[in-house]
C-alpha cells in the first residue's frame, strides 16, 4: 500500500509562494490535510492525482481541494511559478460558509482564469502575501475580508464557467444526456447520490435533471437509485455471506434501518427473509 502523509498544520491560514523549479515541492506521495487548499498556478505545469484521478494546473488555473482529500502532485515544467493557500474551517467569516460549500465540497473544482480575470486574483493574492508577512495590527481579520474577497470572485468565475457548459450541453438531445446520468448513476450507486452532486458534475439545474429524468425513465431519480442499490443488494445476500448492515453500507445507504425500510417496500420482504428464502430453495 502507498504511504499517506497526514498534514497536521498548527496555523488556521497559510499562505505560500514558489518560483523556479528548484523551489518547487512534488509531492510523490499521497497526503491529506484537514484544512481547505486553494492553489492557484501563476505560470508552468503542474500534474495532480486527487483521489485517483489525474488533474493538470496550468497557467491561470486555480484547483480547489477539499480538507482530508487525498492528493499528490509533480511539477512538469520549469517555468514554475505558484501560490498554495491553506485554511482551516475556523478561519473565514461565517458568512463564507456557502461559498466554500459550493467551491470544495463537490470537487476537486479547476476553474480557468482569463488573462482579464488573472489581473484582479493576482492582486488580490498579492495583497494577501503581503498581509501574511506583515506584523501590522488586526492583519488576520483584514486576511479574512481579502479571503471572503476571493472566495466571492471565484464563485462568480464558477458562475460563468458553468453556464458556458450548460450551453454546449443545451446543443445535446434530452436522450443523451440522460443516457449520461445514467450510466454515472450505474457506476456510482454505492456513493452519496444526490440531484446537487449530479447538478455539479453535469453543470445542468437539479429541477431540469429531475424533471428530464421522469420523462425520460418513467421513474424519478430517488426511485431509480433506490432500484440500483436494491438490485446489487439482493445479488450480494444471495451470493456472499455478509451482514446486512454491512451490504446496505456497500450499495450506498448510511443507515441500515434506511435500507431495511426500502428493500421491504421495492421487494415485499426484509433483506433477512428475502435471504433466508434462497437459502431454503
Not at 481541494?65 to 492528493?71: A, E, Q, S, T
Not at 458568512?95 to 476537486?108: R, S, V, W
Not at 443516457?179 to 440531484?195: G, R
Not at 453535469?202 to 433506490?226: A, H, P
Amino acid at each position: 500500500m502507498e504511504k499517506v502523509n497526514v498534514s497536521l498544520r498548527n496555523q488556521s491560514f497559510y499562505l505560500n509562494y514558489a518560483r523556479g523549479y528548484e523551489n518547487s515541492k512534488d509531492m510523490n506521495n499521497y497526503h491529506l490535510h484537514q484544512d481547505y487548499e486553494i492553489f492557484y498556478m501563476i505560470e508552468g505545469e503542474k500534474a495532480f492525482t486527487i483521489n485517483g484521478t489525474d488533474w493538470v494546473a496550468k497557467s491561470g488555473h486555480l484547483l480547489f481541494i477539499n480538507k482530508n482529500v487525498l492528493h499528490k502532485s509533480k511539477v512538469n515544467d520549469e517555468r514554475y511559478q505558484r501560490i498554495v493557500l491553506n485554511f482551516k474551517e475556523s478561519f473565514p467569516f461565517k458568512e463564507d460558509i456557502p461559498l466554500i460549500i459550493k467551491l470544495f465540497h463537490h470537487g476537486p473544482l479547476m476553474l480557468a482564469i482569463t488573462k482579464e480575470q488573472s489581473h484582479f486574483i493576482k492582486l488580490l493574492f498579492e495583497k494577501m502575501l503581503s498581509e501574511y508577512h506583515t506584523t501590522k495590527g488586526r492583519n488576520e481579520y483584514y486576511l479574512r475580508l481579502l479571503l471572503s474577497q476571493l472566495l466571492i470572485e471565484c464563485d462568480r468565475l464558477k458562475y460563468v464557467e458553468t453556464n458556458t457548459r450548460l450551453h454546449k450541453y443545451g446543443n445535446r438531445t434530452n436522450y443523451t444526456v440522460i443516457n449520461e446520468i445514467i450510466m454515472y448513476i450505474n457506476a456510482n450507486y454505492d456513493t452519496d447520490l444526490t440531484l446537487a452532486h449530479l447538478s455539479n458534475q453535469f453543470f445542468l439545474n437539479q429541477q431540469y435533471i429531475s424533471r428530464m429524468f421522469k420523462q425520460s425513465t418513467g421513474c424519478s431519480f430517488i426511485e431509480y437509485v433506490n432500484a440500483i442499490r436494491v438490485n446489487e443488494a439482493k445479488r450480494l445476500l444471495i451470493e456472499t455471506d455478509k451482514k446486512i448492515a454491512h451490504i446496505a453500507k456497500l450499495v450506498g445507504y448510511t443507515s441500515h434501518v434506511h435500507f431495511w425500510r426500502i428493500f421491504k417496500s421495492l421487494t415485499g420482504d426484509s433483506p433477512n427473509d428475502y435471504r433466508d428464502s434462497y437459502v431454503k430453495m
